[in-house]
């Protein structure tokens, strides 16, 4: 053997004569191979002048001195560019990249740095992108934007772009996270279930849902938002020429609770504009037939929500209170703390306010 097996440099051979020229050699390359620091790692022809210790890890598709020489060493020495074959392992100072760079046996690759162009990554533990990952974050980016883009048609894609985010079960949890100094102020995905669910929270621990998707139907739901349908369970008696609350004693809706039963009124929640909608009906007390019904939403206790509606022939309803007699629909301004409930007025005559058709709705619109 005459070179040694990993950097090639000459052996001093026995009965060599000028024993110096091969010791020489063995350190020119030496000086040229330890810490190796090469100016640029992009160029395919020798530069116009260079000085003596200079090295270049030569680019695609060489040409003149560096002809045939792509991914190896150039090192200018004693006027005369010589070639450096690099093996795996080997590392390099960019200088001009001010970066490190290794060879893995095909191409020069940057250390803690994006691999060039068609490399691949496979099963790597830890990526981090301007900051360190860790196990609880294994892929971890920080930056300012980012840009996410379709490969075209003209360059070997379909021209559209689906990411995906699997999870292992419906019980399980998939989706996003929106944090705030790192505390999670909303979620989006499918939490718990299949059903697609946006969240808010504002204190990263409650969180309501704001939208629901049913995974069957696609029916949308608000659950956060107010609002309820009320009815009567009993036929009410209404003394004639007064006006009285009706007694709404039971949901068949009730979403935040924002309708007492207890109370017979809607409690707004937050400021708003909502929406607000009744049925009324009239049952014969013996053989009364008042002059006519009246009905209206009452804000606060006292004050009129909407201007009463009256019914003037109340001769041509039903007796026995299957029949509306009143349509009443209102939307309002409401501040939060606001109530409004349903009252009924009979003239002349006492009567029923009948359980049959009698209802009381209302929603949060905006």
């Known amino acids: 053997m005459e070179q040694t097996a990993k950097l090639k440099l000459p052996y001093i051979m026995p009965s060599q ?5 091969t010791h020489n050699e063995a350190i020119r390359l030496l000086d040229a191979l330890v810490h190796l620091a090469v100016r640029d790692r992009d160029l395919a022809a020798p530069p116009v002048t260079s000085d003596d210790g200079d090295s270049y890890i030569v680019g695609p598709a060489a040409s003149g001195e560096w002809t045939g020489w792509e ?7 004693d006027g005369a560019w010589e070639k450096l074959a690099p093996v795996a392992g080997w590392r390099a100072w960019i200088v001009d990249e001010a970066c490190l760079a290794v060879f893995d046996g095909a ?3 940057p250390i803690d740095g994006v691999p060039e162009s068609g490399a691949e990554i496979q099963n790597a533990a830890l990526f981090g992108l301007g900051t360190s990952a860790d196990a609880a974050n294994p892929f971890s980016v920080k930056l300012d934007r980012a840009l996410w883009t379709a490969r075209y048609v003209a360059e070997g894609g379909t021209g559209s772009l689906l990411c995906t985010m699997n999870k292992e079960a419906p019980a399980g949890d998939v989706g996003l996270l929106l944090q705030s100094g790192f505390v999670t102020r909303a979620t989006m995905g499918l939490f718990g279930s299949d059903d697609w669910r946006l969240a808010v929270s504002a204190d990263g621990s409650a969180f309501n849902d704001a939208i629901r998707a049913d995974e069957n139907s696609g029916r949308i739901t608000l659950p956060s938002n107010p609002k309820f349908l009320g009815f009567i369970n009993y036929d009410q008696y209404v003394a004639a020429d007064t006006w009285q609350t009706v007694a709404i004693n039971n949901t068949l809706a009730n979403d935040q609770i924002a309708f007492d039963t207890g ?3 809607f409690t707004a929640p937050a400021d708003g504009l909502y929406r607000f909608g009744a049925a009324i009906g009239w049952k014969q007390n013996g053989a009364n037939v008042p002059t006519l019904i009246k009905a209206k939403l009452v804000l606060n206790g ?4 909407c201007a009463p509606l009256v019914k003037g022939d ?4 039903a ?3 299957s029949e509306t007699a009143l349509h009443l629909h209102v939307m309002a301004n409401l501040t939060a703390g606001d109530t409004v409930e349903l009252a009924q007025f009979f003239g002349g005559l006492d009567g029923y306010v009948p359980a049959t058709v009698t209802r009381f709705w209302g929603e949060w619109m905006a």
């Open 263 to 265: 109370t017979n009124r």
């Open 319 to 321: 007796v026995d209170g």
């Open 302 to 305: 006292a004050g009129d929500l």
């Open 71 to 77: 991914g190896a060493i150039a090192y200018f020495v």
């Open 107 to 109: 191409i020069w690759q």
């Open 314 to 317: 109340v001769a041509s309803l």
């Open 17 to 21: 004569a000028q024993k110096h020229v």
